[in-house]
Structure formats: structure tokens, C-alpha cells
């Protein structure tokens, strides 16, 4: 059974930094890619990051690029390193993983999902 788990979200002050994680079990790198989600309130799910089919490199959307990067471990670890963070990076942050090559960045491309995690940014 494939699981995900987010960690690591909080609240923040503007300019701050956060580092979640996402602990997958069931899977394995070889066959899965990750990646990371956001949603805000009264808003679609909105695509973060996530590593390419194709091999180890990345894909960030150009609202969080320069400031989020995306990063795995050895194990089963994925992270989020968020920093710089705006008021406008509030929401519920999720993991997600697909086994296919589907769209990097629409949320119907992926099957898993974790039960996400809530980053507030505010003063």
C-alpha cells in the first residue's frame, strides 16, 4: 500500500523559511516520481515542484521559482525547501507521486497524494 506523509508545515513571518517533508512508503524511486501541491482557500490545486521523468532534474513553478527548490534523499524522503516566503504561500501544502509519464505540473497526472500539511505566512 502506498502512503504519503507531509510534514514540517507551521506558521512563518514574511521573508521566513520552512522545510517539509514527504515520507513515502509503498513505492520507490526507480518507479515513482514526486512532487508538491498547494492549495488556498477558495482556489484550485496549484502545481509547486516536482522531478521530471526523465532523470534527476527539477521543475518549479514560476510563482515560487528562486525561492523553493526541490530535493530528495536516499531513502524515501522528498523536501520542499521554502524560503522567502510572502503572505500569498498560505495554504495546504501536499506531497503527490505518479507512476507515469503524465504532466509534470497537472494534479490529475498524479495518483497518490498525502493528506497534506498547513503553511501560514504571516506577521
Known amino acids: 500500500q502506498i502512503r504519503l506523509v507531509e510534514s514540517g508545515g507551521g506558521l512563518v513571518q514574511p521573508g521566513g523559511s520552512l522545510r517539509l517533508t514527504c515520507t513515502a512508503s509503498?513505492?520507490?524511486?526507480?518507479?515513482?516520481?514526486t512532487g508538491w501541491f498547494r492549495q488556498a482557500p477558495g482556489k484550485e490545486r496549484e502545481f509547486v515542484a516536482a522531478?521530471?521523468?526523465?532523470?534527476?532534474?527539477t521543475y518549479i513553478a514560476d510563482s515560487v521559482k528562486g525561492r523553493f527548490t526541490i530535493s530528495r534523499d536516499n531513502a524515501k524522503n522528498t523536501y520542499l525547501q521554502m524560503d522567502g516566503l510572502k503572505p500569498e504561500d498560505t495554504a495546504v501544502y501536499y506531497c503527490?507521486?505518479?507512476?507515469?509519464?503524465?504532466?509534470?505540473?497537472?494534479?490529475?497526472?498524479?495518483?497518490?497524494w498525502g493528506q497534506g500539511t498547513q503553511v501560514t505566512v504571516s506577521s
Open positions: 503527490a507521486a505518479r507512476n507515469q509519464r503524465t504532466s509534470i505540473a497537472a494534479a490529475s497526472g498524479y495518483h497518490y
Open positions: 509503498g513505492l520507490t524511486f526507480v518507479n515513482y516520481r
Open positions: 522531478f521530471s521523468w526523465n532523470g534527476g532534474s
